[in-house]
C-alpha cells in the first residue's frame, strides 16, 4: 500500500502572501500570553528584528499601503509587513521566497513611512529583508538594516515544533525547500540522463553555484558601490531557459558608448555550454567597419591566448575558439560544451583554464586594445553630445 502523504497547508499556500502571513501569526503571538512558549518565540523574533529585549507592545499591519509625495515624487509605499514596536519603532519586513528586490524597494518605503509619520515622527525606522530561499548576490547587495535567511528561520523553529501543527507544517515546506536548494547546486547531476535534464541546464542555482566555483567571492569588488560589480552573478531567461552571466570588466560610459566583457553559462541544441562574451551597445552601420576590425581583433587574441594553453587538446578548447565578424552587439569569442561525463577527472582543470583564458584577456585587452578603444569611445561620445 502506499504511504499516505502528510496533508500539509504550505504544500498548497506556496506564495509570498502564505508566508507574509505565517510571519505575521508567528510576531502576533507576542499578543497572546495564554501560550508563553509562542510568545517566547515571538520574542526572539522581534528582538532579532530590532536589537531590544524591553518591548511592551507589538502592532502588526499586513499589506501596509499609502501613497506619498517625497521631494516632489509620489510614491507608492507598499510595505509586506509593517510592526510597530513600543508605539515608535517601525520596522519594514521585506518578505520573499525566491525572488529578490527590485528598484530599491526598502529604501523607497522608509523614506515614504518618515513622510508619512511626519507629524508624529517614530524614533527609528528598522528595514528587514526577510527571504528563505536561494541566496544569491542581488541579496547580498539588498540594503537593509536586517537579513533574515531560510537557515535562520529553521533553526528558530526548530525549538516550537511541538507547540503549533501550523509550525510544523511551516517548517516541514521549509526544511523541504532549503534541502531541494543544496541538492540542486550540484550541477553536474544526475548522472546518466540526456544532457536536457541535468541541474545546470534548468536552475538557476545550478549555472550560479558554478560560477561562483569558477569566480570565487573574493573577485567581487563591491567597494565600487555599483549595481552591476565586476564578478557580480546575475541571472535571467531567454525563452524560459535560464541563463547566469558575471561581468569580468565593463565601462561606465553613458548607455550610447557602454560595454562589458563577461562570461554565461547557458544551453544550445548541443547542451550547456558557459561562453566568453563582449556587448558593445549601439552598434550601427556608421560603426560597422570600426566594429568589424575591433571584434576580429579580439577573436584573434582570443585564439592567441588558448592556442599557448598546455591543456588546449587534452580539454578541447582549440575547439571551444569562436571567429566573429562583429555584425552584432553582443559576440561570444570562446564557446565551450560542457560535458560531465568524467567531471571528477576533468574540473580542476577545466576551471582553472577558464579562470586564466578569463585573466589572460582582460589583462591583454587592458593593455593591448582598450586605450585605442576608449579613445574612440571618447571622440564619438563627443560628436554626438
Same mark, same amino acid.
Given at each position: 500500500?502506499?504511504?499516505?502523504?502528510?496533508?500539509?497547508?504550505?504544500?498548497?499556500?506556496?506564495?509570498?502572501?502564505?508566508?507574509?502571513?505565517?510571519?505575521?501569526?508567528?510576531?502576533?503571538?507576542?499578543?497572546?500570553?495564554?501560550?508563553?512558549?509562542?510568545?517566547?518565540?515571538?520574542?526572539?523574533?522581534?528582538?532579532?528584528?530590532?536589537?531590544?529585549?524591553?518591548?511592551?507592545?507589538?502592532?502588526?499591519?499586513?499589506?501596509?499601503?499609502?501613497?506619498?509625495?517625497?521631494?516632489?515624487?509620489?510614491?507608492?509605499?507598499?510595505?509586506?509587513?509593517?510592526?510597530?514596536?513600543?508605539?515608535?519603532?517601525?520596522?519594514?519586513?521585506?518578505?520573499?521566497?525566491?525572488?529578490?528586490?527590485?528598484?530599491?524597494?526598502?529604501?523607497?518605503?522608509?523614506?515614504?513611512?518618515?513622510?508619512?509619520?511626519?507629524?508624529?515622527?517614530?524614533?527609528?525606522?528598522?528595514?528587514?529583508?526577510?527571504?528563505?530561499?536561494?541566496?544569491?548576490?542581488?541579496?547580498?547587495?539588498?540594503?537593509?538594516?536586517?537579513?533574515?535567511?531560510?537557515?535562520?528561520?529553521?533553526?528558530?523553529?526548530?525549538?516550537?515544533?511541538?507547540?503549533?501543527?501550523?509550525?510544523?507544517?511551516?517548517?516541514?515546506?521549509?526544511?523541504?525547500?532549503?534541502?531541494?536548494?543544496?541538492?540542486?547546486?550540484?550541477?553536474?547531476?544526475?548522472?546518466?540522463?540526456?544532457?536536457?535534464?541535468?541541474?545546470?541546464?534548468?536552475?538557476?542555482?545550478?549555472?550560479?553555484?558554478?560560477?561562483?566555483?569558477? *569566480?570565487?567571492?573574493?573577485? =567581487?569588488?563591491? $567597494?565600487?558601490?555599483?549595481? &552591476?560589480?565586476?564578478?557580480?552573478? !546575475?541571472?535571467?531567461? %531567454?525563452?524560459?531557459?535560464?541563463?547566469?552571466?558575471?561581468?569580468?570588466?565593463?565601462?561606465?560610459?553613458?548607455?550610447?558608448?557602454?560595454?562589458?566583457?563577461?562570461?554565461?553559462?547557458?544551453?544550445?541544441?548541443?547542451?550547456?555550454?558557459?561562453? *566568453?562574451?563582449?556587448?558593445? =551597445?549601439?552598434? $550601427?552601420?556608421?560603426?560597422? &567597419?570600426?566594429?568589424?576590425?575591433? !571584434?576580429?581583433?579580439? %577573436?584573434?587574441?582570443?585564439?592567441?591566448?588558448?592556442?599557448?594553453?598546455?591543456?588546449?587538446?587534452?580539454?578541447?578548447?582549440?575547439?571551444?575558439?569562436?571567429?566573429?565578424?562583429?555584425?552584432?552587439?553582443?559576440?561570444?569569442?570562446?564557446?565551450?560544451?560542457?560535458?560531465?561525463?568524467?567531471?571528477?577527472?576533468?574540473?580542476?582543470?577545466?576551471?582553472?583554464?577558464?579562470?586564466?583564458?578569463?585573466?589572460?584577456?582582460?589583462?591583454?585587452?587592458?593593455?593591448?586594445?582598450?586605450?585605442?578603444?576608449?579613445?574612440?569611445?571618447?571622440?564619438?561620445?563627443?560628436?554626438?553630445?
Amino acid at each position: 500500500m502506499k504511504k499516505a502523504i502528510r496533508n500539509n497547508l504550505f504544500s498548497f499556500a506556496t506564495s509570498e502572501l502564505a508566508q507574509d502571513a505565517f510571519i505575521c501569526w508567528c510576531l502576533n503571538w507576542f499578543n497572546a500570553p495564554s501560550k508563553p512558549a509562542l510568545q517566547e518565540m515571538a520574542k526572539k523574533i522581534i528582538a532579532k528584528l530590532t536589537n531590544i529585549e524591553e518591548i511592551f507592545s507589538v502592532e502588526i499591519l499586513r499589506q501596509f499601503s499609502r501613497k506619498v509625495t517625497v521631494d516632489g515624487k509620489r510614491i507608492h509605499v507598499k510595505i509586506d509587513i509593517l510592526v510597530v514596536v513600543n508605539k515608535n519603532i517601525a520596522v519594514i519586513i521585506e518578505d520573499k521566497t525566491n525572488s529578490n528586490e527590485h528598484d530599491q524597494q526598502i529604501e523607497r518605503y522608509k523614506r515614504g513611512l518618515q513622510e508619512i509619520y511626519k507629524e508624529k515622527p517614530l524614533s527609528k525606522i528598522i528595514t528587514v529583508y526577510w527571504k528563505t530561499g536561494f541566496y544569491n548576490d542581488w541579496d547580498d547587495v539588498t540594503v537593509a538594516d536586517v537579513k533574515i535567511t531560510g537557515e535562520y528561520v529553521r533553526n528558530l523553529l526548530a525549538d516550537y515544533l511541538n507547540e503549533s501543527e501550523i509550525i510544523k507544517d511551516y517548517f516541514d515546506c521549509l526544511e523541504a525547500n532549503l534541502q531541494w536548494v543544496e541538492e540542486h547546486k550540484q550541477y553536474w547531476l544526475p548522472f546518466g540522463v540526456p544532457w536536457w535534464e541535468l541541474n545546470i541546464v534548468n536552475y538557476h542555482v545550478a549555472q550560479y553555484t558554478f560560477l561562483r566555483e569558477i *569566480f570565487p567571492k573574493e573577485r =567581487w569588488d563591491k $567597494s565600487t558601490g555599483r549595481y &552591476e560589480g565586476e564578478y557580480e552573478i !546575475y541571472m535571467g531567461s %531567454s525563452f524560459g531557459r535560464p541563463w547566469t552571466q558575471t561581468v569580468v570588466k565593463w565601462s561606465e560610459f553613458k548607455k550610447a558608448e557602454w560595454y562589458k566583457l563577461f562570461w554565461r553559462i547557458d544551453s544550445d541544441k548541443n547542451g550547456p555550454y558557459i561562453s *566568453f562574451r563582449m556587448c558593445e =551597445w549601439g552598434y $550601427s552601420k556608421k560603426k560597422a &567597419e570600426r566594429h568589424k576590425k575591433l !571584434y576580429q581583433k579580439l %577573436s584573434l587574441l582570443m585564439a592567441e591566448i588558448v592556442e599557448a594553453m598546455s591543456d588546449k587538446d587534452k580539454l578541447g578548447l582549440r575547439e571551444a575558439v569562436k571567429s566573429n565578424n562583429g555584425g552584432y552587439n553582443e559576440a561570444a569569442f570562446f564557446h565551450y560544451h560542457l560535458d560531465f561525463s568524467d567531471w571528477d577527472k576533468n574540473k580542476e582543470m577545466i576551471i582553472q583554464a577558464i579562470r586564466e583564458i578569463s585573466d589572460k584577456f582582460v589583462e591583454r585587452f587592458t593593455r593591448e586594445v582598450e586605450p585605442e578603444f576608449l579613445e574612440y569611445k571618447k571622440e564619438h561620445a563627443e560628436k554626438n553630445s
